[in-house]
């Protein structure tokens, strides 16, 4: 049998799916397909500040030339990829399948049943990884970590306008969240988190603004604000405020003179918006006893009276806060005063 003189044809090249890692918008400037008028080379960067909705959409539908990348893939910042702009930011469920509450499960078996069992997020995963079901599946279970995360990309917001003289405050602009954490004038860090930005995102049904790229940062929604970071932060953790002596964390604490610290640890740093009387449980995922150990307010409430008795009045140890003060419902009814030995497991 004589062998084929030529190699079979390749097939076209199967299309990457795209990740949180690709939304970066690329440099340098290209022509795309129906550009309309005017044919000449445009960037990311020009199509980023146009305000011209109509002609940005126009753009952002075209294929760039002549290598017939589609502009959400070369440009997804500018043209507002869906993946970029997603609500849980960068996480992803797993595709792993667990044990959890004496069931076999997968994230999306999750998705459907969470609804019917509220706590089944904030269980244990067996056999036990150090992960709750919410570190398995942060998108089917919203995790906080993921809804309150500020997003890296840079975005640009519209231009702000006096509204007695309707004179221009400031031109449209790009910034980031971690710009945000500086401003030390509240009304004018306000002002910014309600402003339009520029992108065309007809699959949310609305303009977005500064405080849906920035939850924490602009702190709108009251479980972004009063939840302390566990990233570091000017060489510093918000943990690291509990070993401070009074003057230090007066001084790190301080709204004015540490703006960024301040907005990052209010929990840690007592801010008592973050601490009235009938807040909610922290819905974070907790360690106590060792970091490869995790438990939640959920799961506090329903141990026995020495677990709970242990967690509520220990210090948690990624966030340095007594535990009573992250899950003020669970630990209800444990005596303060009294000193509770260690646990078994």
């Known amino acids: 049998t004589r062998r084929p003189t030529t190699s079979p044809t390749p097939g076209p090249k199967k299309k990457e799916p795209f990740s949180p890692e690709d939304c970066v918008d690329r440099p340098g400037s290209f022509s795309v397909t129906d550009a309309g008028p005017s044919d000449s080379p445009t960037t990311c960067r020009k199509i980023h500040f146009m305000w011209d909705r109509t002609a940005r959409a126009s753009l952002c539908a075209s294929i760039v030339r002549p290598t017939g990348e589609h502009m959400i893939r070369r440009c997804p910042v500018a043209c507002a990829n869906r993946v970029c702009y997603s609500f849980v930011g960068k996480c992803r469920d797993s595709s792993e399948s667990f044990e959890a509450r004496k069931k076999e499960r997968d994230c999306n078996s999750v998705w459907k049943e969470k609804g019917d069992d509220p706590e089944l997020c904030l269980s244990n995963v067996r056999p036990l990884s150090g992960r709750l079901v919410q570190d398995v599946c942060p998108v089917a279970c919203q995790n906080i970590k993921c809804t309150c995360a500020d997003k890296k990309i840079p975005f640009v917001s519209v231009a ?19 710009q945000l954490y500086g401003i030390k004038q509240w009304e004018y860090r306000n002002l910014v988190c309600l402003l339009d930005i520029y992108a065309i995102t007809p699959y949310f049904g609305s303009t977005l603004k500064v405080f849906y790229m920035c939850p924490k940062a602009c702190g709108f929604r009251k479980e972004c604000f009063c939840r302390d970071s566990t990233e570091e932060l000017q060489t510093r953790r918000c943990g690291d405020a509990a070993s401070y002596s009074p003057k230090e964390k007066r001084e790190w604490c301080n709204e004015k003179k540490q703006p960024t610290f301040f907005r990052s640890c209010p929990v840690v740093c007592g801010v008592s918006y973050c601490l009235e009387e009938g807040r909610p449980d922290s819905t974070d995922t907790l360690f106590f006893f060792l970091e490869g150990v995790p438990t939640s307010c959920s799961l506090i409430s329903a141990g026995r009276a020495q677990y709970k008795a242990w967690t509520c009045l220990s210090m948690e140890l990624v966030r340095q806060v007594q535990g009573n003060v992250l899950c003020p419902n669970a630990c209800k009814g444990v005596t303060l005063e009294k000193s509770y030995s260690l646990p078994d497991f």
């Open 160 to 178: 702000s306008y006096n509204s007695d003289t309707n004179q221009e405050i400031e031109p449209a602009r790009e910034r980031r969240c971690s």
